[in-house]
């Protein structure tokens, strides 16, 4: 697909369009999110069911690795351990 400068500058500002929408409903998604939480703790309830869904708001958790402690111990020499992965990415200002 080639296109022109003039259709490449029409789908950036398509892109931004687009990206100011996502945005908008991002939040009213987080507010819908904020206002069934507010439900669930006024309640106390960790669970509710309704009619068309199963709705959870309990705690949970995730371990990660203190690299600061890990260094510490192991040395400054943490590329053996280290993951990297390598993707593109597209930027517009």
């Known amino acids: 697909m080639c296109m022109t400068k003039a259709e490449l500058e029409n789908k950036v500002n398509e892109l931004r369009n687009l990206k100011a929408m996502k945005e908008e409903l991002e939040n009213e998604v987080k507010e819908a999110e904020r206002e069934i939480i507010s439900y669930m703790t ?52």
């Open 42 to 93: 006024e309640k106390g309830i960790d669970t509710e069911i309704t009619d068309t869904a199963k709705i959870t708001y309990k705690p949970q958790s995730r371990t990660t690795l203190d690299k600061t402690k890990l260094s510490e111990i192991l040395g400054e020499d943490l590329k053996p351990f280290e993951k990297v992965t390598s993707y593109n990415v597209l930027r517009i200002k």
